[in-house]
């Protein structure tokens, strides 16, 4: 069992900088995938980046490739997103998620990121 904790979110102008922060509590982080996703008003929740348990290889959605970096620091059992160039379309409730396979077991309950244009 793996509990997530999200935070950092908040109110941003665009083309402002976030960094989100997800701690984990439980076994094993450091052998975890781990990702972010976000749910924007009316619409159903998307991919927005992952990283492997070792660091390498993230990879992102494309509406966010170059803007939003995804790291971890498994000592600190704590996997990041630092979000960049914020726009409008980015406003959403961001979720991180853990999984040992290709898809998530554990969700945190989310952190709110507005940007206003």
């Known amino acids: 069992q793996v509990q997530l904790v999200e935070s950092g979110g908040g109110l941003v102008q665009a083309g402002g900088s976030l960094r989100l922060s997800c701690a984990a509590a439980g076994r094993s982080f450091s052998r975890y995938r781990m990702w972010w996703f976000r749910q924007a008003p009316g619409k159903e929740r998307e991919f927005v980046a992952a990283i492997s348990w070792s660091g390498e290889s993230p990879y992102y959605a494309d509406s966010v490739k170059g803007r939003f970096t995804i790291s971890r620091d498994n000592a600190k059992n704590t996997v990041y997103l630092q979000m960049n160039s914020l726009k409008a379309e980015d406003t959403a409730v961001y979720y991180c998620?853990?999984?040992?396979?290709?898809?998530?077991?554990?969700w945190g309950q989310g952190t709110q990121v507005i940007v206003s244009s």
């Open positions: 998620a853990s999984g040992l396979m290709g898809s998530p077991d554990y």
